[in-house]
């Protein structure tokens, strides 16, 4: 993997792709351009004018989710070498190399806003970057590999659905793909539990032991609700954001409710109920003291997931090393024939 930008020798240092991003509130034709745009529905790109503070919160969001699926990849790549069965083995290998993959898009897509793939990796390593909240959590047990595709992937498509409608179109169309892997993830995950739940009596309790640890940091990474969500109101006018945190975590509750039922498993929530009067399911208090303590970096497993994260950049340096050295044999070797 690339971290750094090539700037190649005899070449101007890479422009800020993002050329047109501006704090001055100066041209009011160019602000008023982007506000119709945004009316409209269409989509703002790389080489667009664009507000600063737009700009700058797609950076923030988009390299937090790219952090996230690299981050993401550890709980379940812990477990490949621990796998069942080869078609367990193979389905968890191409399900943690597709996270890798979506880290990948999505700084490229970060980039198109003229920020480089190193000062995002350097922002993740230092432990300035947040990345999600659910990465925090221990894979203790096999069941919890069929809890995390079903739960934290089906809770990754309700919130990344809506972000395919993005305003902002390099990271509208990245989300279009992973969308589309994200399900399979989500399918395999909830197949692995079924094959759980209609299994031995001690296989089904697996199951229900990965459901009470995983179900709760679950529902907490739609995000703080909305009367705490500092950002959601300006995001959503911008047409980042289409649905508000709560509602995304409504949907994702009333979607998997029923799931759980066929599974015969129970969720861990003596509040959860049916309220035919607003459609949904009402649950009960979320421990969002919790929340705060695993994001702000005193989870269960955040100095390890950070520590692994380091490691694992530390020993790839050669690797980097190596494929810039190529690149610029090559781009000498062509400059040569030209
Ligand atoms: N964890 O004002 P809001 C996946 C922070 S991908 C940590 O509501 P916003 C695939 C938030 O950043 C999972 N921090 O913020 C997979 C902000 O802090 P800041 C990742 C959180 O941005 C599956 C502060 O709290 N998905 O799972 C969390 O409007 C299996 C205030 O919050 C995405 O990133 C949290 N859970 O809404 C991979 C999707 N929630 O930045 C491997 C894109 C909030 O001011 C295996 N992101 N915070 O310092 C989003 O949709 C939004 O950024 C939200 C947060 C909804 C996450």
Known sequence: ???????????????????????????????????????????????????????????????????????????????????????RKAILLAKVQDEGGHGLYLYSAAETLGVSRDELVEALLSGKAKYSSIFNYPALGWADMGCIGWL?????????????????????????????????????????MLALCRGTAAQKAMAQEALDRWWWPVVMMFGPSDAESVHSAQTMKWGIKRISNDDLRQKFIDATVPQAELLGLEIPDPHLKWNAERGHYDHG?????????????????????????RRAHANGAWVREAALAHARKRARRARQAA
């Open 285 to 309: 208090p979320i421990d969002w003291s919790e929340f705060w303590r695993v994001v702000d970096g005193d989870g269960p497993c955040n100095r390890e997931r950070l520590e692994t994260r």
């Open 152 to 192: 934290v992937d089906g809770a990754a498509i309700m919130n990344q659905i809506p972000l395919c409608r993005c305003s902002y179109g390099p990271y509208a169309r990245a989300m279009i793909r992973i969308c589309k892997e994200e399900s399979f993830h989500q399918r395999q995950g909830y197949e692995l």
């Open 1 to 87: 993997m690339y971290t750094q930008a090539i700037d190649l020798p005899g070449q101007p240092p890479r422009e800020r792709a993002a050329s047109g991003a501006s704090d001055s509130p100066a041209d009011p034709a160019r602000q008023q351009a982007f506000d119709s745009a945004i009316e409209a529905g269409r989509k703002i790109e790389p080489q667009d004018w664009m507000p600063e503070a737009y700009r700058r919160t797609l950076v923030r969001q988009i390299s937090q989710h790219a952090h996230s699926e690299v981050v993401g990849m550890l709980p379940e790549g812990n477990w490949i070498t621990r796998a069942p069965s080869l078609r």
